[in-house]
């Protein structure tokens, strides 16, 4: 395993005396691939949390999501999910392009569970290389995918998980407010 891990962390596991517990969970578990468990798990999720950081480090962040399988497990260390251009302003590509560290934080609400990636992506634009997982994406209106090489992979810990099930499970239609985009660009319906 690549090591992510920087003085820093040393200095705050020192500071909160979590030192043993960290190494306990990091000698204990495979972090440099996906185990069996966490495939099913992200071959159910719809979706997740992207982030990116462009060269100086200014972070980014992106919600991705949609149907069951939307990010694809092709391999104990390779996922795959497909690129929308969503608004055009591409925070998300724009990093990649110069900056291809990413992380992933896939949340399941309902079970308090969430996993965290640490890796490098490749965006796709090749037909050929696309064609590869058509069958998986055919429903998205995309022109590329993301490929994340997993350079670290663990669960988090569920006890400070802030606990969001029952405002997403008691969700209805008429809760949503179609005036506050619009609100929040400074505009009004």
Known sequence: MKN???KGHEKARDKYNTKANAD???ETL????LNSAMMEFIENCSYFFFATASPDGQPNLNYKGGEKGFLHVVKENKLVFPNFKG????HSLGDLELNNKVSLLIPDFNQDVRLKIIGK???VYENVYISEFWDYFSAYKFDSLIMIDIEYVIPNCPSNLHRVRD???NFTEEDKDISLLPKLMGRQL
């Open 24 to 26: 306990y969970w990091l």
């Open 4 to 6: 992510i891990f920087h």
């Open 87 to 90: 608004n055009g302003i591409l």
């Open 30 to 33: 495979d972090t440099s691939k």
């Open 167 to 169: 405002s997403i499970l």
């Open 121 to 123: 992506a490749t965006v």
